[in-house]
């Protein structure tokens, strides 16, 4: 791990391989430890840059107001890079993709997995999945609510919590707990927003994205991915991921890594 100043912040990171470069953004319930079968395999062919997004995993969060998409750029500008592409999950394509209609001179490709879209708002039967799924959990615990969120995103409401792998089970639910602090925290800051989000902007894009899902994740999940492919000129819509959650990424990586290394340039 290294640390690099970024827009005023100490931001955590993981550097390996040389080529054109790719950076990691993680889902908002992890932190860049999601992408730990991912590096080493895109390493033998890429610059691969795993990092905490800041306020999550070993970055700081100092009390100044800031935007994750900015701090994207920031990061390629501390290290010398003029452009790279980005693989985001969850939050963590939300960012990407706000990065690319915010700098999009910056960014030359998006690899979305399970991925989020800025300004678009879950559906009725998302929240009801949640009520049937977990039901009410005190957020001040963040024990309890890390497991909630582990049992609904990375088991997802098709499976059993015994059809999951136990070891993927508890690595979600510690590094949830960590992004669970990391959410309080950022909730005391000015964190700034694309503006207009990305859902009603998605037919901007004009770059090549890669867009898939873990067949197991919430079917807005699913739905989105759909979207990002019908308006995004040229994008590629993978087939969902049999037997996969909302951490694609880490659950399935032979699928991912194979579809990043035929992907990427």
């Given at each position: 791990?290294?640390?690099?100043?970024?827009?005023?912040?100490?931001?955590?990171?993981?550097?390996?391989?040389?080529?054109?470069?790719?950076?990691?953004?993680?889902?908002?319930?992890?932190?860049?430890?999601?992408?730990?079968?991912?590096?080493?395999?895109?390493?033998?062919?890429?610059?691969?840059?795993?990092?905490?997004?800041?306020?999550?995993?070993?970055?700081?969060?100092?009390?100044?107001?800031?935007?994750?998409?900015?701090?994207?750029?920031?990061?390629?500008?501390?290290?010398?890079?003029?452009?790279?592409?980005?693989?985001?999950?969850?939050?963590?394509?939300?960012?990407?993709?706000?990065?690319?209609?915010?700098?999009?001179?910056?960014?030359?490709?998006?690899?979305?997995?399970?991925?989020?879209?800025?300004?678009?708002?879950?559906?009725?039967?998302?929240?009801q999945l949640w009520n049937t799924l977990v039901g009410e959990v005190d957020p001040e615990d963040f024990a309890a609510s890390a497991a909630a969120e582990v049992r609904y995103w990375v088991v997802?409401?098709?499976?059993?919590?015994?059809?999951?792998?136990?070891?993927?089970?508890?690595?979600?639910?510690?590094?949830?707990?960590?992004?669970?602090?990391?959410?309080?925290?950022?909730?005391?800051?000015?964190?700034?927003?694309?503006?207009?989000?990305?859902?009603?902007?998605?037919?901007?894009?004009?770059?090549?994205?890669?867009?898939?899902?873990?067949?197991?994740?919430?079917?807005?999940?699913?739905?989105?991915?759909?979207?990002?492919?019908a308006e995004v000129p040229g994008a590629v819509r993978l087939p969902d991921v049999p037997d996969a959650g909302h951490l694609l990424p880490l659950e399935r990586p032979v699928p991912v890594n194979?579809?990043?290394?035929?992907?990427?340039?």
């Open positions: 791990m290294a640390k690099i100043e970024v827009n005023g912040a100490l931001l955590a990171y993981d550097d390996a391989g040389s080529g054109s470069p790719v950076v990691l953004l993680h889902a908002g319930i992890a932190d860049r430890r999601m992408w730990r079968e991912q590096v080493g395999v895109l390493a033998a062919r890429h610059r691969v840059i795993a990092v905490d997004l800041r306020g999550y995993g070993d970055s700081e969060l100092p009390p100044t107001p800031f935007a994750h998409h900015d701090d994207v750029v920031g990061l390629l500008d501390a290290l010398g890079l003029p452009r790279a592409a980005l693989a985001g999950c969850s939050f963590g394509g939300a960012v990407a993709i706000d990065t690319a209609l915010a700098h999009p001179e910056r960014v030359t490709a998006l690899a979305l997995f399970g991925t989020a879209v800025s300004g678009n708002e879950w559906s009725e039967e998302a929240n997802g409401p098709g499976r059993r919590p015994e059809d999951a792998d136990p070891e993927l089970i508890a690595f979600a639910r510690a590094m949830d707990q960590r992004a669970l602090a990391a959410e309080l925290a950022l909730s005391a800051v000015d964190v700034a927003e694309l503006d207009p989000p990305a859902v009603g902007r998605l037919g901007e894009l004009r770059l090549p994205v890669l867009v898939t899902a873990g067949a197991a994740d919430v079917p807005d999940i699913g739905r989105l991915a759909d979207r990002i492919a194979a579809a990043l290394l035929d992907f990427l340039l």
